[in-house]
Each structure stands twice: as structure tokens, then as C-alpha cells.
């Protein structure tokens, strides 16, 4: 039987910022993205911000009705990445085994460290309480035999909070919980359980899992093995690296554009950011994809091949390719560049069909590319991204 822990730091975004501005502590405070640019959301809220019913996520315009005196921050994701990774170096003194789950969040796999540091919920409050001493940031954790209801525990005392969910007393525990507190139970899937007359956990435990399965197809298996306590997937090293299944940006518009030459030059801005974060990753891409979002919330996902490459050049042309082809001249709201079919360079790749056939001239000029897209990349990093660009996308100083 595995001991497992889910951490999760209470409010990270503002409880950084109130020790950053430890006077954040006293007043209802939310961080949010500017409302001036649509990113009107509460990222996050302390407990004085949370008794006036905010939620993340909620519109700003929604928090303020409730709390009108509510100060609102704006984010600063280099603090939130540093006091992560130093919260990841509390979890590491207790076990190697520490899987990062999002920035504020990790499951940790404490089965051989018991005999070291004492029971798992000895280890639990350990960890809590060190986390709060040294960085004076609170989490809760769940403990369990695996880690969906430790990532359930975790969720259910907030904040600075132990929640177990131990093997002979889940059932009591988790079973008479609705249906929407199982992970991965969103809104449809939930009324489709209604419809089929589930309506909390232990109904999906004790229901026909073929008919499950014809309902939802391989979800319907994870729904069943979940409300059984039955999850074997393992906790990773903290050192082992994940790769992403896509890398996006995307932008949402203080005004609608319907300017196609300015519209151009975004996607290419766009082309520039998601190229460097390729790079960064040591992956190169074969899927280009562009999302167009109206004015009226209508949205298209148009999407082309190509052979693979994390040059800004390639990457920006398939992409201004694709707006040009699909954009239907109303005004647009959001425009999203994502890239796909992803693969690590860290292993030696093998030559393929195309690259053998490159003749020596053009894989000669490609690897001049690189080696500039790599200075590039460099300078930005030192001197910032508005210092050093591209020389394509200096000739205008529209603003975006």
C-alpha cells in the first residue's frame, strides 16, 4: 500500500503578493489581469477577499459588486515560479519522488521516506509546517493510497489544512460526495450522470461499468476505477523532465481588429513567442494551428502540416498562410497561435527522407538560421524581447 501526498499552496498568487506587501494581509485583495485589456479575472484571492463570496474565476466586474473596497494586484509570475521552486525543494528533503502538478500544486510519494520521517501524516504536517515557518506560505495536504483522493483530500480543508482518505475508510469518506467532486467530472459529463440517475460518487462505484463504457467510452472506465479507489499511476522524479503535448499564445484585443495588415503583424509577434519557447524546450514542431475568435464569439480552428522546425521563419509563415486563407474580414476579438505534434531534441534524431534530400546549400542556410534564432534568443533574455527583434517585424510600431 503507497502513501501519497498532495500538496497545494493556499492562494498562491495572492499570498505572494502579500509578502511582497505584507499591508495586502489586512484588506480583501485579489490578483487579477487588467480589465482594461478584457483580462478581467481573479486569478487569485486571500481569506479576507474569499468571506465575501470571491472566486477564482470570477470577473472583476463581478468581485467588486461584492466587495467594493477590494484592492486588486497585478500578477508577477517570476515571484510565483521562484517561491514554487523553493516550496519543490521542501518536498525534495522528504522524497525524491515529487511530481509537480501545476505551479502551485505536487504529489509526492512518501512510501519509503516513512520509516525515515515518521507516519504519512507526521510527514504531512512536517512539510506544512516547515513550508509556513520558512517561506510563510500555507498549504493543505491530502494524504491517501493513491493520487486521485489525495488530490481530493487536498481539496477538501482549506487552508493550512491535513486531510486523510486512508484505504479502510474511503468509501465512508468518498462515496456519499456528489459526482462533480470526482476529478474529471466537468459540467456535461456531470448532467449526462444525472440524466443515467448518479448522482454522488459511491453511484458511479456501484453502477454496470459496461454501461459506463457505452456512455462515455474510455472515460467511462476512469470514472468506475476512481470511485473504486483503484489508480496505479505512479508518482515521477522530481528530475524528470515532461514535455508538452502543444505550445500556444494567444492575445485578447482592448478594441476588435479587422485591419488584415495588423492582424498579420500580431500573428507573426505570436510566431516569434511560441518559436522561442520551442527552442527553449529543445523541441522542434510538425503542426501549425490558428484560432480566430470574433467579435460575436464565434470561433475557427484552422490548422496546416510542416516539416519540422522551431525557426521563427517557417513557423510565421505557415501561420500567416492560415490567417490569410480562413479570415472572413469581421472584426476579430482573440487571435491564438498553438503549435503541435511536438518532438524532444534531446535524444539524436535521425535523418529523415526530407532532411537527406535538403540540398547542401539550403541545410547549410537553415543552420545559419538556427544559430541566429539561438543569438536572438540569448539577447532577449538578457537585454529583453522589446531590445532585440527580428528585423521583419520592426517596420511597424503599431501598437498592439
Known amino acids: 500500500m503507497r502513501s501519497i501526498l498532495h500538496c497545494d499552496l493556499n492562494g498562491f498568487f495572492a499570498s505572494v503578493e502579500c509578502l511582497r506587501r505584507p499591508e495586502l494581509k489586512n484588506v480583501p485583495m485579489a490578483v487579477s489581469g487588467d480589465p482594461k485589456l478584457r483580462h478581467g479575472i481573479i486569478l487569485a484571492k486571500n481569506e479576507i477577499a474569499k468571506k465575501y463570496g470571491i472566486y477564482t474565476p470570477e470577473t472583476v466586474y463581478s468581485a467588486k459588486k461584492k466587495c467594493p473596497n477590494l484592492v486588486l494586484v497585478e500578477p508577477h509570475y517570476e515571484e510565483y515560479k521562484k517561491y514554487s521552486k523553493l516550496v519543490n525543494l521542501i518536498y525534495l528533503k522528504y522524497t525524491d519522488k515529487v511530481e509537480p502538478f501545476s505551479i502551485d500544486e505536487a504529489f509526492l510519494d512518501i512510501t519509503e521516506s516513512i520509516s525515515l520521517f515518521g507516519s504519512p501524516k507526521e510527514i504531512a504536517y512536517k512539510i506544512k509546517e516547515e513550508v509556513k515557518n520558512?517561506?510563510?506560505?500555507?498549504?493543505?495536504?491530502?494524504?491517501?493510497?493513491?493520487?486521485?483522493?489525495?488530490?481530493?483530500?487536498?481539496?477538501?480543508?482549506?487552508?493550512?489544512?491535513?486531510?486523510?482518505?486512508?484505504?479502510?475508510?474511503?468509501?465512508?469518506?468518498?462515496?456519499?460526495?456528489?459526482?462533480?467532486?470526482?476529478?474529471?467530472?466537468?459540467?456535461?459529463?456531470?448532467?449526462?450522470?444525472?440524466?443515467?440517475?448518479?448522482?454522488?460518487?459511491?453511484?458511479?462505484?456501484?453502477?454496470?461499468?459496461?454501461?459506463?463504457?457505452?456512455?462515455?467510452?474510455?472515460?467511462?472506465?476512469?470514472?468506475?476505477?476512481?470511485?473504486?479507489?483503484?489508480?496505479?499511476?505512479?508518482?515521477?522524479?522530481?528530475?524528470?523532465?515532461?514535455?508538452?503535448?502543444?505550445?500556444?499564445?494567444?492575445?485578447?484585443?482592448?478594441?476588435?481588429?479587422?485591419?488584415?495588415?495588423?492582424?498579420?503583424?500580431?500573428?507573426?509577434?505570436?510566431?516569434?513567442?511560441?518559436?522561442?519557447?520551442?527552442?527553449?524546450?529543445?523541441?522542434?514542431?510538425?503542426?501549425?494551428?490558428?484560432?480566430?475568435?470574433y467579435n460575436d464569439f464565434s470561433v475557427i480552428n484552422r490548422q496546416k502540416k510542416i516539416f519540422k522546425t522551431d525557426l521563427f521563419q517557417d513557423i510565421s509563415k505557415i501561420a500567416v498562410e492560415i490567417l490569410k486563407e480562413n479570415y472572413n474580414h469581421n472584426p476579430v476579438r482573440k487571435l491564438t497561435l498553438a503549435l503541435s505534434m511536438l518532438e524532444s531534441l534531446d535524444d539524436e534524431v535521425q535523418l529523415d527522407l526530407f532532411t537527406l534530400q535538403v540540398e547542401k546549400g539550403e541545410a547549410s542556410s537553415n543552420k545559419k538560421i538556427e544559430t541566429v534564432s539561438k543569438v536572438v534568443d540569448d539577447m532577449q533574455n538578457r537585454f529583453g524581447t522589446d531590445k532585440v527583434k527580428f528585423g521583419m517585424l520592426i517596420h511597424n510600431n503599431k501598437k498592439i
Open 134 to 293: 520558512t517561506l510563510g506560505l500555507t498549504i493543505s495536504v491530502g494524504v491517501s493510497f493513491n493520487k486521485i483522493f489525495a488530490k481530493m483530500g487536498s481539496d477538501m480543508k482549506k487552508p493550512d489544512a491535513i486531510t486523510i482518505i486512508d484505504y479502510e475508510h474511503f468509501k465512508e469518506i468518498i462515496h456519499p460526495l456528489p459526482v462533480e467532486n470526482m476529478l474529471f467530472v466537468g459540467k456535461s459529463t456531470k448532467e449526462a450522470l444525472k440524466k443515467m440517475r448518479i448522482d454522488t460518487i459511491g453511484d458511479i462505484a456501484g453502477y454496470d461499468m459496461n454501461k459506463l463504457v457505452k456512455k462515455f467510452g474510455k472515460m467511462g472506465i476512469q470514472l468506475y476505477h476512481y470511485a473504486n479507489g483503484i489508480d496505479d499511476s505512479e508518482v515521477n522524479y522530481y528530475n524528470v523532465k515532461h514535455f508538452p503535448k502543444s505550445i500556444s499564445k494567444g492575445i485578447t484585443f482592448a478594441k476588435d481588429i479587422s485591419d488584415i495588415t495588423l492582424l498579420t503583424e500580431i500573428v507573426m509577434k505570436l510566431a516569434e513567442e511560441v518559436s522561442k519557447s520551442l527552442r527553449s524546450k529543445n523541441m522542434k514542431c510538425s503542426n501549425v494551428c490558428i484560432s480566430i475568435k
